[in-house]
């Protein structure tokens, strides 16, 4: 598909983020519902026919919104001219209700900082600069509007103060959400990077491979990597130096792969890579690669073992195809390949 993510690319929606927009959506749904029921009982002071336009507007977005929040941003099919849109059409709907109130002391000027503070998480740089000159903008003509409707100053002290209290907040917002997202990179980083050679770890693997295999007819290659006689390494130079030859095996797989390929430690001294719509002629082709690479580059050799997905197949079971293949590479004289059928155990 052109412009789809590659593996290396893609981000997997977490189960801690999916439960993080499903909080902010309920809330964000329970200001709206609670704003337009307050409005419809005339329980909130709503001078004026606009009240019925802003309800309905507030309403019919965030109905739209939801279903958005829940149909294609927590499954991973954000659209981005609607990513970019919503932070604008939340800021029109705090507009639209505190106008129509008609008081600009309201509480409902308090979500304004709320939006300001919520969204530093996600947006910064001249985006965020941008965002906050638009709410400072909406905060200047809703003022406007209620002074218009009910006779009283546009600006005032208190216009002031607000507007020093706002800028205050988006300021230091801003500097908060810098650093939740280095704090947000430097942990997942931890979490899904092998920390001595810094590729993907198994974790990882298993979480990507199993969301390309959610398409019952994507075609992937696996292929099982292990390191020939490491030992040896390790008891000759020490484990320092295998350390090295890790981290320069590592290097070595991923300067030999696709952009899409994705490669992993899976444990100890063995990779493993996947690589989407390969069958085995491709696999067979990048293990040779890799295999005569790690050998010119590295004072030890690798066997291989290659398996490719049958249509539904489950990943696991593919997986287990790779690495009992491996194993007979391994039995069969190290530093080669083995595809199709792994070979009976000896007695």
């Known amino acids: 598909m052109p412009g789809a993510p590659t593996y290396r690319q893609r981000i997997v929606t977490s189960g801690v983020g999916k439960r993080l927009e499903l909080h902010v959506l309920v809330l964000q749904s329970a200001i709206a519902a609670t704003y337009c029921a307050l409005a419809l009982a005339h329980v909130i002071p709503t001078p004026g026919e606009a009240w019925k336009w802003a309800v309905a507007w507030v309403a019919t977005y965030h109905c739209f919104h939801a279903w958005y929040v829940l149909a294609r941003r927590m499954p991973g099919r954000r659209v981005r001219a609607i990513e970019v849109a919503t932070p604008l059409l939340d800021i029109t709907c705090i507009t639209a209700g505190w106008v129509t109130v008609g008081d600009p002391a309201s509480a409902l000027t308090g979500i304004f900082l709320y939006a300001i503070v919520s969204y530093s998480r996600r947006i910064f740089g001249i985006a965020y600069v941008a965002l906050v000159v638009f709410v400072a903008a909406n905060l200047a003509a809703g003022r406007l509007l209620i002074a218009l409707t009910n006779g009283a100053p546009a600006f005032d002290a208190n216009a002031g103060i607000s507007l020093a209290l706002f800028l205050a907040v988006s300021f230091v917002s801003s500097a908060i959400g810098a650093a939740w997202r280095d704090a947000e990179r430097s942990a997942r980083r931890l979490a899904e990077t092998d920390p001595l050679t810094g590729i993907a770890n198994r974790r990882v693997f298993h979480e990507r491979i199993e969301e390309s295999a959610r398409h019952l007819q994507n075609r992937f290659a696996i292929l099982m990597l292990d390191l020939d006689d490491f030992k040896r390494v390790n008891d000759d130079f020490g484990h320092l130096h295998g350390d090295d030859v890790l981290a320069c095996v590592a290097r070595v797989l991923?300067?030999?792969?696709?952009?899409?390929?994705?490669?992993?430690?899976?444990?100890?001294?063995?990779?493993?890579?996947?690589?989407?719509?390969?069958?085995?002629?491709?696999?067979?082709?990048?293990?040779?690669?890799?295999?005569l690479a790690v050998a010119a580059a590295t004072p030890t050799t690798v066997s291989i073992g290659c398996a490719v997905r049958s249509p539904g197949e489950d990943p696991e079971s593919v997986i287990r195809r790779a690495d009992a293949m491996l194993l007979a590479a391994k039995r069969t004289g190290k530093n080669r390949i083995q595809t199709g059928e792994p070979l009976p155990r000896s007695a």
Not at 262 to 269: I, N, T
Not at 276 to 283: F, L, N, R, Y
């Open 254 to 291: 991923t300067a030999n792969l696709r952009d899409d390929d994705l490669l992993a430690r899976y444990g100890g001294e063995e990779f493993i890579v996947a690589m989407p719509d390969a069958g085995e002629v491709e696999a067979r082709a990048a293990a040779d690669r890799l295999r």
